[in-house]
């Protein structure tokens, strides 16, 4: 029997409190929910009756409009003469308005990703999207140097509106679920060639952050095929037509030499270029495990000096011993255990460890100003190499060279093919290639 009520999302609450309402429609497991673009306080919100109480400002409008919802939603379900699925009646309830635009479609694909709290992709997305618009905008009125300061304007004024609290996240969702602006048949050969030209020369992106948003559009086009939101035939990405190509440029480590003047380096202690230069070290140690990683570590995490470590991008799970040299960096940090809340590192003390939102938000925070510091030790090293965050791990596989076994570093790595091992190590095998050049030239 399926069941049709309106309720409450509490985890896509607004940062002024209210809470967005939506039409839950249920049946056999399986549960779809209908945005209605009404926001309410948990206060005027009788979840009971489904219904706002007169505490709400406009209760009585707002219950009239979710009463015609409720009646529509049923009568698509009860009175249908075909069998018809939650998903189905969702898409109904969108009304007469044509198929599934592109923006649409990528936004719902946006809230599932942050629904299941893979926010840096959900919101890396969502970035694609505002220079797609920015593409489909873009006119040659003005000069071309104009033209880049009005985009970077408009981006630094939805920064700084989300500082002042002007804007959410949620607000660009919301913007694109509505757009028509883009359909899939829009997106031709044509278009992709002409939307690439536009990254690189007015956003100034480089050639893989372009092949990252071709690779968005493929996903959402092969999404939309499956969908029947579009025939197979306008694949732009089959057969001769666009290929996407992910480019493997050089991947460069430090030295042995260059590792050990950061360790020797001394430091003011609970200072931020000291945690930064403790949490580099720490990835190190641990064959580069992401910064990222690193920060949300906890201490239950170590069980019989072993790190037991699930790595957030993959959820590969590893146990690794811990080394003498981390050891004594946890040895700083153990003093003030009680006050972090049960992270090691104190970058989450103010954080709660059940809002997977904010740790994500903190964690994002703290690395930018990590890659700051690291700036300033590789000049106090003098190391003129690009010293960030995730040369840890560049760090390791350059040193590590080809004196381990692939198969070993695999595991360390926590790739799941070999293949990809084998690729990344690449960048640091050059002995045979050295000796090669050498045969040839010194005769």
Same mark, same amino acid.
């Given at each position: 029997?399926?069941?049709?009520?309106?309720?409450l999302?509490?985890?896509?609450?607004?940062?002024?409190g209210?809470?967005p309402?939506?039409?839950?429609?249920?049946e056999?497991?399986?549960t779809?929910?209908k945005?209605?673009? $009404?926001?309410?306080?948990?206060?005027?919100?009788?979840k009971?009756?489904?219904?706002?109480?007169? &505490?709400?400002?406009?209760s $009585?409008q707002l219950?009239?409009f979710?009463?015609?919802?409720m009646?529509?939603?049923?009568?698509l379900?009860f009175?249908s003469e075909d069998?018809v699925t939650p998903?189905?009646i969702k898409?109904?309830l969108?009304g007469?308005?044509?198929?599934?635009?592109?923006?649409?479609l990528?936004a719902?694909r946006?809230?599932?990703k942050?629904?299941?709290?893979?926010?840096?992709?959900a919101?890396?997305d969502l970035?694609i999207l505002?220079?797609?618009?920015?593409?489909?905008?873009?006119k040659?009125?003005?000069?071309?140097s104009?033209?880049?300061e009005?985009i #970077?304007?408009?981006?630094l004024?939805?920064?700084s509106?989300?500082?002042?609290?002007k804007?959410?996240?949620?607000?660009?969702?919301e913007?694109f679920?509505?757009?028509?602006?883009?359909?899939?048949?829009?997106?031709d050969?044509?278009f992709?060639?002409?939307?690439?030209?536009?990254?690189? &020369?007015?956003?100034?992106?480089k050639t893989r952050?372009?092949?990252?948003?071709?690779?968005l559009?493929?996903?959402l086009f092969?999404?939309a095929i #499956?969908?029947?939101?579009i025939d197979?035939?306008?694949?732009p990405?089959a057969?001769?037509?666009? #290929?996407i190509?992910?480019g &493997?440029? =050089?991947k460069?480590?430090?030295?042995?030499?260059?590792?050990e003047?950061?360790?020797?380096?001394k430091l003011e202690?609970?200072t931020?270029?000291?945690?930064t230069?403790?949490?580099?070290?720490? &990835?190190?140690?641990?064959a580069?495990i992401?910064?990222?990683d690193?920060?949300?570590? #906890?201490?239950?995490?170590?069980?019989d000096?072993?790190?037991?470590?699930?790595?957030n991008?993959?959820?590969?799970a590893?146990s690794l011993?811990?080394?003498l040299?981390?050891?004594k960096?946890? =040895?700083?940090?153990k003093?003030?255990k009680?006050?972090?809340?049960g992270?090691v590192?104190p970058?989450?003390?103010?954080t709660n460890?059940k809002d997977?939102?904010?740790?994500?938000?903190?964690?994002?925070?703290?690395?930018k100003?990590?890659?700051?510091c690291?700036?300033?030790?590789a000049?106090?090293?003098?190391?003129?190499k690009n010293?960030?965050n995730?040369?840890?791990?560049?760090?390791f596989?350059?040193?590590a060279?080809?004196?381990?076994?692939?198969?070993?570093?695999?595991?360390?790595?926590r790739?799941?093919?070999?293949?990809t091992?084998?690729n990344y190590?690449?960048n640091?095998?050059?002995?045979?290639a050295d000796e090669?050049?050498?045969?040839?030239i =010194?005769?």
């Amino acid at each position: 029997m399926a069941s049709i009520k309106i309720v409450l999302r509490k985890n896509m609450i607004r940062k002024d409190g209210r809470i967005p309402l939506a039409l839950r429609i249920s049946e056999n497991y399986k549960t779809n929910y209908k945005w209605l673009g $009404q926001y309410v306080f948990e206060k005027d919100w009788d979840k009971n009756a489904g219904m706002a109480k007169n &505490s709400h400002p406009n209760s $009585q409008q707002l219950n009239i409009f979710l009463m015609k919802k409720m009646v529509e939603a049923n009568n698509l379900f009860f009175h249908s003469e075909d069998r018809v699925t939650p998903k189905q009646i969702k898409q109904k309830l969108k009304g007469a308005r044509g198929q599934k635009s592109f923006f649409e479609l990528a936004a719902e694909r946006i809230m599932e990703k942050y629904e299941r709290g893979i926010f840096s992709v959900a919101k890396g997305d969502l970035s694609i999207l505002y220079n797609i618009e920015e593409f489909l905008n873009f006119k040659r009125t003005k000069r071309k140097s104009a033209i880049i300061e009005d985009i #970077k304007e408009r981006r630094l004024k939805r920064i700084s509106n989300a500082r002042r609290n002007k804007y959410v996240w949620m607000d660009g969702v919301e913007h694109f679920k509505k757009s028509k602006a883009l359909s899939f048949r829009d997106i031709d050969e044509v278009f992709i060639n002409k939307y690439k030209t536009f990254c690189y &020369s007015y956003l100034g992106q480089k050639t893989r952050t372009i092949t990252n948003q071709l690779i968005l559009i493929r996903t959402l086009f092969n999404l939309a095929i #499956k969908q029947g939101i579009i025939d197979q035939k306008y694949y732009p990405f089959a057969g001769d037509k666009e #290929k996407i190509r992910i480019g &493997s440029g =050089n991947k460069v480590g430090l030295s042995v030499e260059e590792v050990e003047k950061i360790e020797q380096l001394k430091l003011e202690e609970n200072t931020s270029i000291w945690h930064t230069h403790n949490i580099w070290l720490f &990835s190190f140690y641990f064959a580069g495990i992401r910064i990222s990683d690193v920060v949300k570590m #906890k201490w239950s995490d170590f069980k019989d000096d072993r790190l037991y470590y699930v790595m957030n991008k993959n959820e590969k799970a590893l146990s690794l011993k811990i080394p003498l040299k981390a050891e004594k960096i946890l =040895n700083y940090y153990k003093k003030e255990k009680h006050l972090n809340k049960g992270f090691v590192f104190p970058f989450l003390r103010n954080t709660n460890p059940k809002d997977a939102e904010q740790i994500y938000i903190k964690t994002k925070s703290a690395t930018k100003v990590f890659n700051k510091c690291l700036k300033l030790i590789a000049t106090e090293c003098g190391i003129e190499k690009n010293l960030s965050n995730h040369i840890a791990r560049h760090s390791f596989g350059n040193i590590a060279g080809d004196r381990i076994h692939p198969l070993m570093l695999q595991k360390l790595y926590r790739h799941s093919d070999l293949k990809t091992t084998l690729n990344y190590q690449a960048n640091f095998m050059h002995r045979d290639a050295d000796e090669a050049l050498d045969e040839v030239i =010194n005769f």
